[in-house]
């Protein structure tokens, strides 16, 4: 017979023959047991023998009531026996039977009478364990309502991985009935979710056995389509006690909620992980470049494509940033990541350059009210708004700017600029909390920013000062030939006090000076110029240096507890002479032709200030041609050498044969390491006949 020509089941499929025989019967272990009117057992099952402990050779024949049941219970399970076979009505309830081993079980009983074709009757016993029963039923009560009443999806597919049924929970997931899935595949009922990939899983859970836990589906149903939702699911193959394989097993539970708090929550702990690390990196030096530099390699990548520190120019010229409602922002950039590569990085001001922005543009808006302006999405006629110019909103529009975000940098209650942020492609647009994170950053970073400005303004100042307090050109002597240097310390360094002088006197003589005030600042400035001008007061009288320091020396006292060391030496051209005094100062240097580069061998003396103890004076040959290198120690001290191996440097250096200016060049290359955090002054005068 073809499978057409098959007999239809109840279900309206062909049959397909025999199938493996379910497992559930064989866990009840329903035992068999037919009675003839007498009550004599005509069949015992092979359960029955296991259930009530007799083998079939011994009940065979016997009357059941006597084998089974206790005496007391002759009477009534007698009538019980009588109804069945008179009326024809079963009979079913639990009922206790004596075991061979003498014990009492409870059996749960459905009786109910036959009859063969010969019109003869019979009794059909069919008895089950009740404890076994019994924990069957619980577990099918307790199954059905957790299934019921679970917040968690659940839902069954046959072997062709088509709903058989639904809890409640999964109807509301899906927005649709039970009705709706039985019968369906999961594409048919859940078009909006990957449901292919889903069934895809759920036949290899089919045939391998190996369970999928807690994996990830995201998508929409019909009970929310306008929003995504994030499930995580598991499936299991379903089989009987006997290995059949009855359908996939699939549990739902919505953890949308759960994942939007994770990522809040790891959002949260990258932003403090990034202020932790600004913290970490911003303000490193005082140097204005250096510091806004550095709050724009920690907002790129982790906040934005592009970002760009600007600081009005008039904050830092030193003057009042308040902007009216009609006034243009001028600008001036100070640092910009990355430093090339997009056409968005293009259309930025580069660092140095100062740029006016329209009144209507969102950075103008940004310092002048001291608010933060956000465009989540950018469109393309907010581009003019946000570029300088026409150029660059076009090289905006093409490196595809599509979010911007720019926060004020405000310190001390001033707004000193902005902090400019831009997202190009493959980017999500910025949100509130990039805005909290962006001000954190331009919070913290203001304040170290305007430390760094009002350093460098002062540092500005005190060099400005001390310059103007230095002789551009040591004036021109017959007798001698000078070049001077003074080169500041490193950009993150205050100035200090360090001085040089040549000073002409009667008879063809010169002083020649080089000094150091300890300590840095305009204050160091200040006492050097009152130093100088006292030397030069002093110069006037002609007298012996050691004299000339010792009145230095009062000077000093006088000056708020300042501390200075400072050579001072008198040419003599005609005595062909040098008369040196030392007050505490690095010994000068002789440099002869035909002799070796030398240190003069000078009593050290006392620093300035000190007081109370004498100076002296050395005189030295000093011929035409001979040289004197002043220098302060910013040019030979370093913390990775000794001092005498830096002064051994210095006279190696040293050449009678080389031009003085070719010389100054070469001692500052050589000697001076532009982190150096101190100034130096170095003054070379060599000896020239008289006309």
Not at 16 to 35: E, F, K, M, Q
Not at 233 to 240: F, G, T
Request: aromatic share 4%; with cysteine.
């Amino acid at each position: 017979m073809s499978a057409a020509e098959a007999p239809a089941t109840e279900s309206g499929e062909p049959a397909r023959g025999p199938v493996r025989p379910g497992g559930l019967l064989d866990v009840l272990g329903v035992a068999s047991v037919v009675l003839d009117t007498d009550g004599r057992i005509v069949l015992w099952s092979p359960q029955a023998e296991e259930l009530f402990g007799y083998s079939a050779q011994e009940a065979l024949g016997r009357y059941a009531a006597r084998l089974m049941v206790h005496e007391r219970h002759i009477q009534l399970v007698g009538k019980l026996f009588a109804d069945v076979m008179r009326t024809g009505q079963s009979w079913a309830g639990g009922f206790p039977v004596r075991h061979k081993d003498g014990s009492t079980r409870l059996v749960e009983f459905r009786n109910m009478r036959l009859l063969d074709d010969r019109g003869d009757v019979f009794a059909l016993g069919l008895a089950v364990d009740q404890s076994t029963v019994r924990r069957l039923e619980q577990d099918v009560a307790l199954s059905e309502r957790m299934v019921k009443q679970s917040p968690i999806g659940y839902a069954v597919l046959d072997t062709e991985l088509r709903f058989v049924s639904v809890n409640p929970a999964l109807e509301r997931i899906n927005g649709l009935p039970a009705a709706e899935h039985v019968g369906r595949t999961l594409p048919e009922v859940l078009p909006q979710l990957d449901a292919a990939a889903l069934e895809a899983a759920a036949r290899r859970v089919l045939e391998t056995g190996v369970p999928l836990v807690d994996d990830t589906l995201v998508g929409r149903t019909p009970a929310d389509e306008g929003t995504d939702h994030i499930w995580s699911h598991s499936l299991y193959r379903l089989e009987d006690t006997l290995g059949n394989v009855l359908g996939v097993a699939v549990s739902l539970v919505d953890i949308t909620e759960q994942h939007l708090a994770s990522q809040e929550a790891e959002a949260a702990r990258c932003r403090l992980a990034v202020i932790a690390d600004a913290s970490a990196r911003i303000g490193t030096t005082l140097e204005l470049e250096r510091t806004a530099s550095e709050l724009a390699e920690v907002a790129v990548p982790e906040l934005a494509d592009v970002a760009a520190v600007d600081l009005l120019d008039a904050v830092v010229e030193g003057r009042p940033s308040a902007l009216g409602p009609s006034e243009s922002a001028v600008i001036r950039a100070l640092a910009l990541r990355p430093e090339t590569g997009s056409e968005a990085v293009r259309a930025a001001d580069r660092p140095g350059q100062i740029a006016r922005y329209a009144p209507d543009r969102l950075v103008t808006e940004c310092v002048r009210t001291g608010e933060a302006v956000l465009v989540p999405r950018v469109r393309d006629e907010d581009l003019p708004r946000i570029a300088r110019s026409a150029e660059a909103a076009k090289l905006l529009g093409r490196a595809g700017l599509h979010s911007y975000l720019a926060v004020p940098l405000i310190a001390r209650g001033e707004v000193l600029g902005a902090l400019d942020l831009k997202r190009t492609r493959n980017r999500a647009p910025f949100d509130k909390d990039d805005v909290l994170l962006a001000r954190e950053l331009a919070a913290r970073a203001a304040v170290q920013i305007d430390n760094a400005r009002w350093y460098q303004n002062a540092r500005n100042t005190a060099l400005t000062l001390q310059r103007s307090l230095l002789p551009s050109h040591p004036p021109v002597t017959t007798a001698l030939e000078v070049a001077s240097r003074y080169q500041p310390a490193g950009a993150t360094s205050e100035v200090g006090g360090d001085w040089f002088d040549v000073i002409p006197l009667e008879g063809d003589k010169t002083a020649l000076v080089v000094g150091d005030v300890m300590g840095s600042g305009v204050s160091a400035a200040a006492t050097m110029g009152r130093l100088r001008t006292a030397t030069t007061t002093l110069a006037a009288l002609d007298l012996d240096p050691a004299r000339l320091l010792e009145h230095l020396d009062k000077t000093t006292s006088a000056l708020d507890h300042s501390i200075a060391t400072c050579v001072y030496a008198i040419h003599d051209p005609h005595l062909r002479q040098c008369r040196i005094a030392n007050a505490g100062h690095l010994p000068p240097a002789r440099v002869r032709p035909g002799h070796a580069p030398e240190l003069l061998d000078l009593p050290t003396g006392v620093p300035l200030g000190v007081g109370g103890v004498a100076f002296s004076s050395v005189t030295v040959d000093f011929a035409p041609g001979d040289e004197l290198v002043f220098y302060t120690d910013g040019l030979v001290e370093t913390r990775r050498h000794s001092l005498d191996e830096r002064l051994a440097s210095l006279l190696s250096l040293l050449d009678p044969a080389r031009p003085l200016e070719e010389t100054c060049d070469l001692l500052l290359r050589m000697l001076h390491h532009p982190d150096n955090h101190d100034d130096v002054a170095l003054l070379i005068a060599r000896a020239q006949e008289l006309p």
